[in-house]
């Protein structure tokens, strides 16, 4: 009996450390040698393994980020800068701090400011829907509703909002990794810098159609008029395919456009207060009038001066009359 | 208006449709052995059908909290199935622990209807078969409707394993017993109650591969491999082996063949595939009867196979065009 | 004798040829015509006539944007109102030329009589310019330009070809009855298209759920071959109706016995497919100058009352032909352009007609709308349903989980997009829907794949050189 036992102590110990030993010998013999650097980098990750940088995932960003001259081509969006310090410091290079970034739907179709056209009935997919037609209201640009990005988000940041049919991005949850820019076959979903306190101002459309048959397809639509452009003292905004565009470089979210837009395609978020809409349009014309004043002065001395020239300030005119 | 991605056209063959016709192949089976077995029969049935149904019923609706999929008539096929498959004297409640494990076991576990990678009314009786032996071999010799000298007794497979081990020979089994194949044929020889009429099975099995729900590769291929394999042993020893015909009609080969093993979601995809699961029930159901210490190997030749499939699958495929 | 087909999959849905006994019938010129200038495969034509021009019907109006592409021609005559955007029947915004109508003014040298002209050109390279200037496209449905088909590239030789009458797709009657009251025209287009060719042998394939069309195609063939020798080789055959026997691989599988191989063309087996209204714009374009500015249009389905075959000037807008014949019936509810199977549902009725419309569909709720999809059954229904093969239940599943090597190794780049799989799938899963888009992905991994290989290789000679 006792005999039994130890035999069998014996035997199944000898296996172990025979077993042990092998597979230390295989461990040995086909050890990958790698910079240290790497995985002290890939610690430093988040590890959400999202793609968001442009790597397969966090090993392949430490691999190519350890190989590379400078940090310029590598930055972790879900990280942000207090990731890349901690690996530029492993790494001993310096880091420019990018601004934090967040996905913005710029779709402000919904259900009452888009009437649907026809009924969809195919896969519930905006990519399957895309390829397929216009989509299912007037508006050949705007969001299909599918929820494509909201499959592709990992962080459970977007969700569909039933009642207005669009995507909402939950701002605490967003890492910017831009997989949801990746899956919108529209291109309505774009990383924007977050701003102070997480104020933005943004036109929430991107419908290239001329201004009437936008406005035709959706309540809400920019409509190319270009009044944000001529009211907009910072040279921020662009008009370009009949779809104004803010950018958030030069923007300095004086909310002047998104008092004066006729459509209210422009938004401003996380404002502290409301937008007093007529307060500031009337500090524009006051701003105008005075603009002109001093322009028909200036044009009254130069007539004074030389031969008669056309009067500058005669689209503000228009405008003005149209925002009467 | 509607708009969707081609083809706007569907056939009208839906699922419900196809396992209705299935219910519909099995019905002369049924009818015959209601007819032959009496009300006892009956009772096995309704408790199989009715439970499978509400076990299905109650695990979608309170377990996965999704809509019920009874309405797809899967659930009724499997409580026919696993009834034909027991004993007439079979208690309910021993019935209804088969229909549990058949739809809650084999069936929900895996997600449901097309994702269990075994017949679930096989494993249905299986169990059963494993935990209640007493039951699951007390068989009786049909009396007729409402007969109430129940003979209880063997089946011929059972009688010949048994005669054979006590060393007995074939032949003299047989006269002894007075086992014709007429008898087979017309429904009048111990078994479960779907064995009990070939004929009527065979009229199933037309009935479906006529209305094109199964192809009848599968079958054939079993049939075929049972005869020629069955035919080298009884040649090379008729005192030890039974002969082909003898094995062709008795047990559940011909229900298994026709109804179990050509069940959509655990047979191979492809024809080829088909034949060679085929051949390989057929084989190990004979290797269990010669050999094994069961009279019957039919239910486990077929769960064997069913294991295959995925390999099966994933060996054989469609003929391409225009590819070698 | 057994029925020829196609060797591989196929469905047999109800073929609902209602509007067959329907003379074609000729549709007034509509007060505007919207001309898209792109219509073809390949690259879009470029307009040459400006905002205010007069133009005459049958004038060019946008020449060849490259190699892959196709004249387009005015197919009335008025003023040009407008090039620009307008939205398509998808939606989605196409350059298009408007053009208001005034009167019926044709340009010179375009024979508009009934005159049969049944002695051809001898010469290749004259027919080919004429189909080119005619500015011809297939119009089986893909529109590819008939000239780049009938110039196959050097060392490939064709052995048959082949005259596609087999409209398989249901409802769909406009090939039916241009072989019934075309059908000389189509023979000597056929003729022509041959010659181009130079090849000997040419088969007129026809499904056989149409037998007056094999009879009457029969006879013209047998006539025509007693008056010049240009006919010989011109054979008719009747083929089993099954769909998608019109779909060009599975033709030449049918007709020759033939498989062309993955990512090829039917010229690598010696073959070249072409439609029968294909064969008519050729007749016209090369005896009649004529060019491409009409064509058939079957206008059908059980819920509109008013079937009807019509001869449509390209360019009519979509509500004017459904408003001629009396209006979107109250029950429709979805209106498809081309047959049941391959169409396109229609989202935009202001749309106008191209050279390839061959049909304008009412389909029902009932009959159309998509049940709600359940789990697979793996019944290999859709496997068996397959043309090419494919197996799409696995491709579906594949695609799903992004695995392209897979999706590639299990050939999804082979498929045609016929919808077989989607008719015949009993669970309704939309299998198309989602192969479709993995077929697209993959041709675009291929597509990169092979120019970085040329690149590679391009490089690499000029490193030894």
Same mark, same amino acid.
């Given at each position: 009996?006792?005999?039994?036992?130890?035999?069998?102590?014996?035997?199944?110990?000898?296996?172990?450390?025979?077993?042990?030993?092998?597979?230390?010998?295989?461990?040995?013999?086909?050890?990958?040698?790698?910079?240290?650097?790497?995985?002290?980098?890939?610690?430093a990750?988040?590890?959400?393994?999202?793609g968001?940088?442009?790597?397969?995932g966090? @090993?392949?960003?430490?691999?190519?980020?350890?190989?590379?001259?400078?940090?310029?081509?590598h930055?972790?969006?879900?990280?942000?800068?207090?990731?890349?310090?901690?690996?530029?410091?492993?790494?001993?290079?310096?880091?420019?701090?990018?601004?934090?970034m967040?996905?913005?739907?710029?779709?402000?179709?919904?259900?009452?400011n888009?009437?649907?056209?026809?009924?969809?009935?195919?896969?519930?997919?905006?990519?399957?829907?895309?390829?397929?037609?216009?989509?299912?209201?007037?508006?050949?640009?705007?969001?299909?509703?599918?929820?494509?990005?909201?499959?592709?988000?990992?962080?459970?940041?977007?969700?569909?909002?039933?009642?207005?049919?669009?995507?909402?991005?939950?701002?605490?949850?967003?890492?910017?990794?831009?997989?949801?820019?990746?899956?919108?076959?529209?291109?309505?979903?774009?990383?924007?810098?977050?701003?102070?306190?997480?104020?933005?101002?943004?036109?929430?459309?991107?419908?290239?159609?001329?201004?009437?048959?936008?406005?035709?397809?959706?309540?809400?639509?920019?409509?190319?008029?270009?009044?944000?452009?001529?009211?907009?003292?910072?040279?921020?905004?662009?008009?370009?395919?009949?779809?104004?565009?803010i950018?958030?470089?030069?923007?300095?979210?004086?909310?002047?456009?998104?008092?004066?837009?006729?459509?209210?395609?422009? @938004?401003?978020?996380?404002?502290?207060?409301?937008?007093?809409?007529?307060?500031?349009?009337?500090?524009?014309?006051?701003?105008?009038?005075?603009?002109?004043?001093?322009?028909?002065?200036?044009?009254e001395?130069?007539?004074?001066?030389?031969?008669?020239?056309?009067?500058?300030?005669?689209?503000?005119?228009?405008?003005?009359?149209?925002?009467? | 208006?509607?708009?969707?991605?081609?083809?706007?056209?569907?056939?009208?063959?839906?699922?419900?449709?196809?396992?209705?016709?299935?219910?519909?192949?099995?019905?002369?089976?049924?009818?015959?052995?209601?007819v032959?077995?009496?009300?006892?029969?009956?009772?096995?049935?309704?408790?199989?059908?009715?439970?499978?149904?509400?076990v299905e019923?109650?695990?979608?609706?309170?377990?996965?909290?999704?809509?019920?999929?009874?309405g797809?008539?899967?659930?009724?096929?499997?409580?026919?199935?696993?009834?034909?498959?027991?004993?007439?004297?079979?208690?309910?409640?021993?019935?209804?622990?088969g229909?549990?494990?058949?739809?809650?076991?084999?069936?929900?576990?895996?997600?449901?209807?097309?994702?269990?990678?075994?017949?679930?009314?096989?494993?249905?009786?299986?169990?059963?078969?494993?935990?209640?032996?007493?039951?699951?071999?007390?068989?009786?010799?049909?009396?007729?409707?409402?007969?109430?000298?129940?003979?209880?007794?063997?089946?011929?497979?059972?009688?010949?394993?048994?005669?054979?081990?006590?060393?007995?020979?074939?032949?003299?089994?047989?006269?002894?017993?007075?086992?014709?194949?007429?008898?087979?044929?017309f429904?009048?020889?111990?078994?479960?109650?779907?064995?009990?009429?070939a004929?009527?099975?065979?009229?199933?099995?037309?009935?479906?591969?006529?209305?094109?729900?199964?192809?009848?590769?599968?079958?054939?291929?079993?049939?075929?491999?049972?005869?020629?394999?069955?035919?080298?042993?009884?040649?090379?020893?008729?005192a030890?082996?039974?002969d082909?015909?003898?094995?062709?009609?008795?047990?559940?080969?011909?229900?298994g063949?026709?109804f179990?093993?050509?069940d959509?979601?655990?047979?191979?995809?492809?024809?080829?595939?088909?034949?060679?699961?085929?051949?390989?029930?057929?084989?190990?159901?004979?290797?269990?009867?010669?050999?094994?210490?069961?009279?019957?190997?039919?239910?486990?030749?077929?769960?064997?196979?069913?294991?295959?499939?995925?390999?099966?699958?994933?060996?054989?495929?469609?003929?391409?065009?225009?590819?070698? | 004798?057994?029925?020829?087909?196609?060797?591989?999959?196929?469905?047999?849905?109800?073929?609902?040829? +209602?509007?067959?006994d329907?003379?074609?019938?000729?549709?007034?010129?509509?007060?505007?015509?919207?001309?898209?200038?792109?219509?073809?495969?390949?690259?879009?034509?470029?307009?040459?006539?400006a905002?205010? =021009?007069?133009?005459?019907?049958?004038?060019? +109006?946008?020449?060849?944007?490259?190699?892959?592409?196709?004249?387009?021609?005015?197919?009335?005559?008025?003023?040009?109102?407008?090039?620009?955007?307008?939205?398509?029947l998808?939606?989605?915004?196409?350059?298009?030329?408007?053009?208001a109508?005034?009167?019926?003014?044709?340009?010179?040298?375009?024979?508009?009589?009934?005159?049969?002209?049944?002695?051809?050109?001898q010469?290749?390279?004259?027919?080919?310019e004429?189909?080119?200037?005619?500015?011809?496209?297939?119009?089986?449905?893909a529109?590819?330009?008939?000239?780049?088909?009938?110039?196959?590239?050097?060392?490939?030789?064709?052995?048959?070809?082949?005259?596609?009458?087999?409209?398989?797709?249901?409802?769909?009657?406009s090939?039916?009855?241009?072989?019934?009251?075309?059908?000389?025209?189509?023979?000597?287009?056929?003729?022509?298209?041959?010659?181009?060719?130079?090849?000997?042998?040419?088969?007129?394939?026809?499904?056989?759920?149409?037998?007056?069309?094999?009879?009457?195609?029969?006879?013209?063939?047998?006539g025509?071959?007693?008056?010049?020798? =240009?006919?010989?080789?011109?054979?008719?055959?009747?083929?089993?109706?099954?769909y998608?026997?019109?779909?060009?691989?599975?033709?030449?599988?049918?007709?020759?016995?033939?498989?062309?191989?993955?990512?090829?063309?039917?010229?690598?087996?010696?073959a070249?497919?072409d439609?029968?209204?294909?064969?008519?714009?050729?007749?016209?374009?090369?005896?009649k100058?004529?060019?491409?500015?009409?064509?058939?249009?079957?206008?059908?389905?059980?819920?509109?009352?008013?079937?009807?075959?019509?001869?449509?000037?390209?360019?009519?807008p979509?509500?004017?032909?459904?408003?001629?014949?009396?209006?979107?019936?109250?029950?429709?509810?979805?209106?498809?352009?081309?047959?049941?199977?391959?169409?396109?549902?229609?989202?935009?009725?202001?749309?106008?007609?191209?050279?390839?419309?061959?049909?304008?569909?009412?389909?029902?709720?009932?009959?159309?709308?998509?049940?709600?999809?359940?789990?697979?059954?793996?019944?290999g229904?859709?496997?068996?349903?397959?043309?090419?093969?494919l197996?799409?239940?696995?491709?579906? &599943?594949?695609?799903?989980?992004?695995?392209?090597?897979?999706?590639?190794?299990?050939?999804?780049? =082979?498929?045609?997009?016929?919808?077989?799989?989607?008719?015949?799938?009993?669970?309704?899963?939309?299998?198309?829907?989602?192969?479709?888009?993995?077929?697209?992905?993959?041709?675009?991994?291929?597509?990169? &794949?092979?120019?970085?290989a040329?690149?590679?290789?391009?490089?690499?000679?000029?490193?030894?050189?």
């Amino acid at each position: 009996m006792i005999t039994t036992i130890i035999w069998t102590i014996a035997i199944i110990s000898g296996l172990g450390l025979l077993l042990a030993l092998t597979l230390y010998l295989v461990a040995q013999r086909f050890k990958v040698e790698e910079d240290p650097r790497i995985e002290l980098v890939e610690k430093a990750m988040p590890g959400a393994n999202c793609g968001g940088c442009g790597f397969a995932g966090c @090993h392949a960003f430490a691999d190519s980020a350890v190989k590379a001259p400078n940090l310029d081509n590598h930055f972790c969006p879900v990280g942000g800068n207090e990731t890349m310090k901690k690996v530029a410091e492993i790494l001993g290079y310096e880091i420019k701090e990018k601004a934090p970034m967040v996905a913005v739907v710029r779709c402000n179709g919904t259900c009452t400011n888009r009437p649907k056209v026809n009924d969809y009935d195919g896969s519930i997919s905006c990519k399957v829907k895309a390829s397929l037609y216009a989509g299912d209201t007037g508006c050949a640009f705007g969001c299909l509703g599918c929820g494509d990005c909201v499959a592709a988000c990992q962080f459970g940041a977007l969700s569909m909002d039933p009642e207005t049919g669009l995507p909402v991005v939950d701002e605490s949850k967003c890492t910017a990794c831009g997989a949801c820019t990746k899956a919108c076959p529209k291109a309505i979903i774009e990383l924007r810098k977050k701003g102070p306190r997480g104020m933005r101002e943004y036109v929430s459309c991107v419908n290239k159609d001329k201004g009437p048959a936008a406005k035709k397809a959706c309540a809400a639509a920019c409509i190319g008029c270009g009044i944000c452009v001529k009211t907009c003292t910072h040279g921020a905004i662009v008009l370009e395919n009949n779809v104004a565009y803010i950018d958030p470089e030069k923007c300095k979210l004086c909310r002047e456009c998104e008092a004066m837009c006729p459509t209210g395609a422009i @938004h401003g978020v996380n404002f502290p207060k409301p937008l007093d809409k007529d307060a500031v349009k009337a500090r524009i014309q006051e701003r105008q009038k005075k603009a002109r004043e001093a322009a028909a002065a200036a044009a009254e001395a130069a007539k004074a001066a030389t031969a008669p020239q056309p009067v500058e300030g005669n689209n503000e005119v228009k405008k003005e009359e149209n925002n009467g | 208006m509607l708009v969707s991605p081609n083809p706007h056209l569907h056939s009208k063959t839906t699922t419900a449709v196809l396992m209705r016709d299935v219910v519909i192949a099995l019905l002369p089976a049924v009818i015959v052995s209601v007819v032959f077995y009496g009300w006892k029969e009956l009772l096995v049935l309704a408790v199989s059908v009715l439970s499978c149904v509400l076990v299905e019923y109650l695990i979608t609706r309170y377990c996965l909290k999704k809509a019920s999929t009874i309405g797809d008539w899967s659930a009724i096929v499997t409580g026919i199935l696993l009834a034909l498959n027991l004993p007439t004297t079979t208690p309910w409640w021993v019935v209804f622990i088969g229909a549990l494990v058949a739809i809650g076991v084999a069936k929900m576990t895996f997600g449901g209807l097309g994702q269990n990678v075994f017949n679930p009314a096989l494993v249905g009786r299986v169990f059963l078969l494993i935990s209640f032996p007493t039951y699951m071999t007390h068989w009786e010799i049909p009396q007729g409707l409402f007969g109430v000298d129940a003979i209880s007794g063997a089946t011929p497979l059972g009688v010949i394993k048994e005669g054979l081990m006590q060393g007995a020979s074939v032949p003299e089994l047989m006269a002894q017993h007075g086992y014709s194949y007429s008898q087979m044929l017309f429904a009048n020889i111990g078994g479960s109650a779907g064995e009990a009429c070939a004929i009527a099975i065979l009229v199933g099995f037309i009935y479906l591969v006529a209305r094109k729900v199964i192809k009848p590769w599968i079958t054939l291929s079993i049939l075929g491999t049972v005869a020629a394999v069955s035919c080298i042993f009884w040649l090379a020893n008729p005192a030890q082996f039974t002969d082909p015909l003898f094995n062709l009609l008795t047990g559940g080969l011909l229900l298994g063949s026709c109804f179990m093993a050509t069940d959509y979601v655990t047979s191979p995809m492809t024809t080829k595939g088909g034949i060679i699961f085929g051949i390989g029930i057929g084989f190990i159901t004979l290797m269990i009867r010669y050999f094994g210490s069961y009279p019957e190997g039919m239910s486990f030749a077929i769960l064997i196979m069913n294991s295959t499939v995925p390999l099966l699958n994933n060996w054989f495929h469609q003929k391409k065009y225009g590819r070698a | 004798m057994a029925r020829r087909t196609f060797s591989i999959g196929g469905v047999h849905p109800n073929d609902a040829k +209602i509007s067959r006994d329907c003379k074609i019938e000729t549709l007034p010129t509509p007060p505007v015509v919207y001309i898209a200038v792109a219509q073809h495969i390949g690259a879009p034509a470029k307009p040459v006539v400006a905002v205010g =021009d007069k133009v005459k019907a049958g004038q060019v +109006i946008a020449e060849p944007g490259g190699f892959m592409s196709a004249y387009i021609h005015s197919s009335v005559s008025g003023t040009v109102k407008s090039i620009g955007p307008r939205k398509d029947l998808s939606g989605n915004n196409q350059t298009v030329v408007e053009i208001a109508v005034e009167g019926d003014e044709w340009m010179e040298g375009i024979d508009r009589t009934d005159t049969l002209i049944t002695e051809i050109p001898q010469d290749p390279k004259e027919i080919i310019e004429k189909i080119k200037l005619g500015g011809v496209v297939g119009l089986g449905g893909a529109t590819f330009p008939t000239h780049v088909k009938l110039s196959p590239p050097p060392g490939k030789k064709c052995e048959m070809l082949i005259i596609n009458g087999c409209e398989c797709e249901p409802y769909l009657t406009s090939d039916f009855r241009t072989l019934l009251e075309k059908g000389e025209q189509v023979v000597i287009g056929t003729a022509i298209i041959k010659k181009a060719l130079g090849v000997d042998k040419a088969t007129i394939a026809i499904e056989d759920n149409k037998p007056e069309a094999i009879e009457h195609i029969t006879k013209v063939v047998e006539g025509l071959k007693a008056k010049s020798a =240009d006919y010989a080789g011109i054979e008719v055959l009747s083929l089993m109706k099954k769909y998608p026997e019109g779909g060009e691989k599975q033709l030449i599988d049918a007709v020759m016995h033939r498989q062309v191989k993955s990512g090829g063309l039917p010229i690598d087996v010696g073959a070249v497919v072409d439609n029968v209204c294909t064969a008519l714009a050729v007749y016209e374009a090369v005896q009649k100058n004529k060019p491409l500015v009409d064509n058939s249009v079957t206008v059908t389905g059980e819920c509109f009352p008013h079937q009807a075959n019509l001869l449509v000037r390209v360019g009519t807008p979509l509500n004017y032909i459904i408003d001629y014949l009396g209006g979107v019936p109250e029950n429709a509810a979805k209106v498809i352009s081309g047959g049941p199977m391959m169409g396109k549902a229609i989202a935009n009725l202001e749309a106008a007609t191209l050279k390839g419309t061959g049909g304008l569909l009412f389909l029902t709720r009932e009959q159309t709308k998509r049940m709600p999809d359940s789990s697979c059954i793996r019944c290999g229904k859709c496997a068996d349903a397959c043309p090419m093969g494919l197996e799409p239940f696995l491709l579906n &599943r594949l695609a799903k989980a992004g695995n392209t090597e897979a999706l590639e190794e299990n050939a999804v780049q =082979d498929c045609i997009m016929c919808g077989c799989c989607l008719y015949s799938c009993p669970a309704g899963i939309p299998l198309l829907d989602v192969i479709s888009q993995a077929r697209g992905q993959i041709m675009g991994i291929m597509k990169a &794949r092979a120019a970085a290989a040329k690149a590679a290789a391009e490089a690499a000679k000029a490193k030894t050189e």
